[in-house]
């Protein structure tokens, strides 16, 4: 398979876990354990899914992993 560092849509989703870390910084910061943590575990599980779905050796378990980051 190749490489997901070349997929735009992979470059995208690591320009827009910078603004969601960026913008959780304005969050209160009561909300450290709470809303920002999972904001920001959600979008970092979007690259994340698509490097683990690359990494794969099936169309199948490639296309679910896509699917999961979605």
Do not use: C
């Not at 989703?13 to 870390?21: A, D, G, P, R």
């Not at 959780?24 to 909300?31: A, G, I, N, Q």
């Not at 943590?37 to 959600?42: D, H």
Request: proline fraction near 3%.
């Amino acid at each position: 398979m190749s490489n997901y560092k070349k997929l735009d849509v992979w470059k995208l989703s690591i320009e827009i876990v910078k603004v969601i870390y960026i913008l959780t910084k304005l969050y209160p910061s009561e909300e450290r354990y709470g809303l920002i943590s999972q904001t920001n575990r959600a979008v970092v599980s979007i690259p994340s899914n698509l490097a683990e779905g690359f990494g794969r050796n099936s169309i199948k378990d490639t296309i679910h992993f896509l699917y999961i980051s979605r």
